[in-house]
């Protein structure tokens, strides 16, 4: 069955779907009204769902044959940026913005759902739909997962939309995102006048050290094979120019691909910290959070994904793109069974949908949208009818 015929009969939907969710765009764990509109569109296909997370849902599509479950995931929150896009359909919630296409991810989601009903009693076993909150806060597939979601799933898909042109995708297997921690570094020394630091315990001269060598442990301590990202984006030191600064505070980003490369620099950026404190005799506390881990394409149902991808967009349009050092919280889902995550393309210049996510400007080519609907619908049938 090739879906890229079928998904003609609801592309009107999808567009109209997603323009409703760019124009009510709602944050992280926030999303109520875009749940009880998710909800709407389910009740009107007969699928049945139940309320997980905070804002959270998960639908099923019940085949009429035994087999396995296959989900399917599209996250469906926004962030808090002022659009700048121009589109007819822009944001009427001030300050929030559907700056990363989960609005994109939603419709194609409720399409493959509109597309996957109309056929279930061929459907041999389950499809289930995750609409998962808060991915820009990295918490929501956790909570999904936590709430048994991810319960009986054999396995997981889940696509984002990237400035690739459109009518071309990247399916890779192995790893595709990084994971990212924050690490926050706090420096305590004893305050005193300008004029006489010898008499106090300065902070912005080790904290200024500690940035310096920061890079100098990737090279010294870390394959360089394996990529690493450390970026000290907050630098917070002092009150005046003539008071030595009893307190330096750093917040520290950290993007990584592999476990053993992660705990390496945990431990030497510590050690790090601990040494200069002992220096300068002052105090250091590190705080480690982690964000969410790396992202790992499954053999197997990367090769069933291109596969499928094949059907939808034709041959030699898989791009084999670069592994990408931004996060998601997919792989959380990927902890509890194999998965794939797929990059589609929306860019074309003439309709000026040529930027990243998140930025001021962003937009879609409304045409990969029926794409998108199409491979999530075609994934799932291709893996549940997948006899190997």
């Known amino acids: 069955m090739n879906f890229i015929d079928k998904v003609k009969d609801v592309e009107e939907k999808i567009i109209e779907n997603r323009r409703h969710l760019h124009e009510n765009p709602e944050l992280s764990s926030q999303e109520f009204e875009t749940q009880n509109y998710i909800m709407k569109q389910l009740d009107e296909l007969g699928i049945p769902y139940e309320k997980v997370g905070t804002t959270s849902l998960v639908g099923h599509i019940k085949g009429g044959k035994p087999g396995k479950t296959v989900a399917l995931r599209a996250d469906i929150d926004a962030l808090p940026i002022i659009e700048?896009?121009?589109a007819s359909y822009s944001s009427k919630n001030e300050g929030v913005m559907h700056a990363c296409g989960h609005d994109g991810h939603t419709a194609m989601l409720l399409g493959a759902a509109r597309m996957l009903v109309g056929i279930k009693d061929k459907i041999p076993g389950e499809v289930r739909l995750f609409f998962q909150e808060a991915e820009e806060t990295f918490s929501g597939a956790k909570k999904v997962v936590a709430d048994g979601g991810m319960d009986g799933v054999d396995a997981v898909f889940g696509i984002h939309g990237m400035p690739i042109e459109t009518g071309h995708y990247d399916m890779v297997p192995g790893y595709r995102m990084a994971?990212?921690?924050?690490?926050?570094v706090k420096f305590e020394g004893v305050s005193g006048h300008g004029s006489s630091p010898h008499l106090a315990k300065d902070t912005v001269l080790p904290a200024a050290e500690f940035v310096t060598q920061l890079n100098g442990m990737i090279t010294k301590f870390v394959n360089s094979q394996s990529p690493l990202v450390l970026t000290v984006g907050k630098f917070v030191g002092g009150t005046k120019a003539n008071v030595i600064s009893k307190y330096t505070k750093l917040d520290i980003s950290?993007?990584?691909?592999?476990?053993?490369?992660?705990?390496?620099i945990h431990e030497k950026l510590k050690d790090l910290a601990e040494g200069l404190a002992k220096i300068y005799d002052i105090s250091v506390d590190v705080e480690i959070e982690e964000s969410t881990i790396s992202l790992n394409n499954d053999t197997e149902i990367a090769e069933i994904a291109d596969k499928a991808a094949i059907k939808v967009f034709g041959s030699d349009k898989n791009v084999q793109g670069p592994i990408l050092m931004g996060s998601e919280d997919m792989p959380y889902y990927f902890q509890e069974a194999p998965g794939a995550y797929a990059m589609v393309g929306y860019l074309n210049r003439e309709k000026d949908t040529i930027y990243f996510p998140h930025h001021e400007k962003f937009n879609i080519d409304e045409d990969y949208l029926k794409l998108g609907a199409a491979y999530h619908a075609q994934f799932a049938w291709d893996y549940l009818n997948n006899n190997d």
Do not use: A
Request: charged share 35%.
């Open 179 to 184: 994971g990212c921690d924050t690490i926050y």
């Open 254 to 264: 950290m993007r990584y691909l592999e476990e053993d490369t992660r705990k390496v």
């Open 84 to 86: 700048q896009s121009g």
